[in-house]
């Protein structure tokens, strides 16, 4: 499994900025993708998943109609559109994988107890939201 994000940056608060992730080497009908971040001095949390095979998407409440999670199975891409940023969602944004179930779904609300349900991840890429 190979996970590659690009896309980070600064930008200002009510700015946009749309994430990739190029996810590679698994099947995206066993697998869900999602991302995940992690601020300075702060725990690391779930952000948004996807489900292929359930062909359903999941966000944290605090980006729950701001962020919006996509693929493009034909090119291997995950994505994430974040809108109306705020200088709280400041952080690594992570790229990750796991099998399709509970501790999947366990993991993204709860990383921190549920850590073994994310299966591979990738670098990271920096987002900063300046106020």
């Known amino acids: 499994v190979q996970l590659v994000e690009s896309g980070g940056g600064v930008v200002q608060a009510g700015g946009s900025l749309r994430l990739s992730c190029a996810a590679t080497?698994?099947?995206?009908?066993?697998?869900?993708i999602g991302w995940f971040r992690q601020a300075p001095g702060k725990e690391r949390e779930g952000v948004a998943s996807?489900?292929?095979?359930?062909?359903?998407?999941e966000y944290a409440s605090s980006v729950k109609g701001r962020f919006t999670i996509s693929s493009d199975r034909a090119k291997n891409m995950v994505f994430l559109q974040m809108d109306n940023l705020r200088p709280e969602d400041t952080a690594v944004y992570y790229c990750?994988?796991?099998?399709?179930?509970?501790?999947?779904?366990?993991?993204?609300?709860?990383?921190?107890?549920?850590?073994?349900?994310?299966?591979?991840w990738g670098k990271g890429t920096q987002v900063t939201v300046s106020s």
């Open positions: 080497g698994f099947s995206y009908d066993d697998y869900c």
């Open positions: 996807i489900s292929h095979s359930e062909a359903k998407s």
């Open positions: 990750a994988a796991g099998e399709d179930g509970v501790y999947w779904y366990q993991a993204l609300a709860n990383f921190t107890r549920y850590y073994y349900g994310v299966d591979d």
